[in-house]
């Protein structure tokens, strides 16, 4: 069974500032397996990146994804009020059932 | 527009059964697999189920297998889990959810780009 660490588990950070999540695997999961997603508190969930670097359906650009192997990170290039929210990951080498990463809270410094 | 629209959540003892649904709308539901996720209060996202579009396809969780029944009906665009012998530990928000994704060396894989708002079940004495 695959285990995800997601790291830092809270990010405080000022509107404005760079944000990076990171995301590592205990097995590979190939060059490009993997999504992050968002949730706001009594929301659901929303697909931000897949593939490890492609952007979803109207996700901006500030939002980028990167990695392959073990390791993954994302960023947030210039932090707005909107993204301080809960981010996790979800690698999906093979079929289900899958292990989501256990989050970050990205909140407001 | 993509909808996935969750129902039957609801309050039941331990040992009772549930049937969840999920309505679908804005895409070809019978080209797609579609999964169900879960939320316990505070907690994070843990994959539950999933079927892929012809129904022939089924995954489960360690944790309900043998429990929860997935299934589908594409003449109504719908989804159901059917949850027996429920537990204290299954009460969580359950998310419908719409697969994407492709064939790897012989294996479907998925990740999900539409996300129901969720039913709550809750299982209490």
């Known amino acids: 069974e695959i285990v995800l660490t997601q790291s830092p588990g809270t990010l405080s950070l000022s509107p404005g500032e760079g944000a990076t999540l990171s995301c590592r695997t205990s097995?590979?999961?190939?060059?490009?397996?993997l999504a992050w997603y968002q949730q706001k508190p009594g929301q659901a969930p929303r697909l931000l990146i897949y593939?490890?670097?492609s952007r979803a359906t109207g996700i901006p650009d500030r939002f980028s994804g990167s990695g392959s192997g073990t390791d993954f990170t994302l960023t947030i290039s210039r932090l707005e009020p909107e993204d301080y929210a809960m981010y996790y990951c979800q690698p999906y080498r093979s079929s289900p059932p899958y292990t989501f990463g256990q989050g970050t809270k990205l909140e407001i410094k | 527009e993509v909808q996935l629209v969750e129902s039957g959540g609801n309050l039941v003892q331990p040992g009772g059964s549930l049937r969840l649904s999920c309505s679908a709308s804005?895409?070809?539901?019978?080209?797609?697999?579609i999964h169900w996720v879960r939320q316990a209060p505070g907690k994070g996202l843990e994959y539950v189920s999933g079927i892929s579009n012809d129904g022939g396809r089924t995954y489960y969780a360690d944790s309900v297998k043998a429990r929860f029944t997935i299934s589908r009906d594409n003449s109504k665009n719908t989804l159901y889990l059917q949850m027996n012998s429920l537990r204290v530990e299954d009460t969580a928000i359950y998310f419908c959810?719409?697969?994407?994704?492709?064939?790897?060396?012989?294996?479907?894989?998925?990740?999900?780009?539409?996300w129901g708002q969720g039913t709550l079940v809750t299982v209490s004495s």
């Open positions: 097995q590979s999961v190939g060059s490009s397996y």
């Open positions: 959810v719409k697969g994407r994704g492709g064939m790897r060396d012989g294996y479907n894989y998925y990740f999900f780009d539409y």
């Open positions: 593939d490890a670097s």
């Open positions: 804005g895409f070809t539901f019978n080209s797609y697999a």
